[in-house]
């Protein structure tokens, strides 16, 4: 596709509920973030991926927090026992190398609500 | 916890004027860039601009950088109601991978 796709765009969850939310990242690109961003705040970083390598997870606020990249492409991140404070904008973001110097193109996000 | 800081949180001009907001963070830097946010939407990307750079323009919009104070500023000339969003830089730290975001400006123009 085009530019990153996120899905679903808003998923509300009963607390305790287990989620996972998608990321289709640009063809081809190596890096691949997710951050989360509460209402009001700039997003915090949580993992890093070069290609389905994880080589930093330690934004990820909890061990419920998983998130994988099988094959170098889509990655899920997964959310278990959601909680309240879980609440919050979840972006995916892709760029074409591994250096901390190209532009990272950002998906619309997954809006997630923990009632 | 979050690198950068913008100045001013939050930032109100009419239609017409020159929108300035300011971004200061805390250690070395190989890039720095500004992204935009419109409510409820993803980020887009403006502009980056690398260490050894000090201004950068595209379109209506200039940035400066100057790492020796650690602050860069965007500057949008000529401001539309259609600029209206919040705006975030986000530095590119040296040696690593991450991108690491300020609290962010939001921006209100008037028509």
């Known amino acids: 596709g085009a530019g990153v796709s996120q899905s679903p765009r808003y998923k509300v969850a009963k607390r305790g509920q287990d989620v996972a939310l998608r990321c289709d990242p640009i063809s081809g690109h190596v890096s691949l973030f997710w951050y989360q961003q509460a209402l009001g705040q700039g997003p915090e970083f949580l993992t890093y991926f070069q290609n389905e390598a994880q080589l930093d997870k330690s934004g990820l606020p909890s061990d419920r927090f998983f998130a994988e990249r099988p094959e170098g492409s889509v990655s899920t991140l997964k959310i278990q026992r959601t909680q309240q404070e879980d609440s919050a904008v979840y972006l995916c973001?892709?760029?074409?190398?591994?250096?901390?110097?190209?532009?990272?193109?950002f998906g619309q996000g997954t809006r997630l609500t923990v009632v | 916890s979050q690198q950068g800081e913008e100045d001013p949180q939050a930032l109100s001009i009419q239609e017409g004027e020159n929108a300035t907001m300011n971004c200061s963070y805390k250690?070395?830097?190989?890039?720095l860039q500004w992204y935009r946010q419109n409510s409820g939407r993803g980020l887009v990307h403006l502009i980056l601009i690398r260490s050894n750079e000090r201004e950068k323009h595209s379109g209506r919009l200039r940035v400066t950088l100057d790492t020796s104070k650690k602050s860069s500023s965007l500057l949008i000339t000529a401001s539309r109601a259609a600029d209206t969003a919040s705006y975030f830089c986000?530095?590119?730290?040296?040696?690593?991978?991450?991108?690491?975001f300020g609290t962010g400006t939001r921006l209100k123009v008037l028509a």
């Open positions: 973001a892709s760029s074409l190398v591994t250096r901390g110097d190209t532009e990272a193109f």
């Open positions: 986000a530095t590119g730290l040296s040696g690593t991978y991450k991108y690491i």
């Open positions: 250690t070395s830097i190989n890039n």
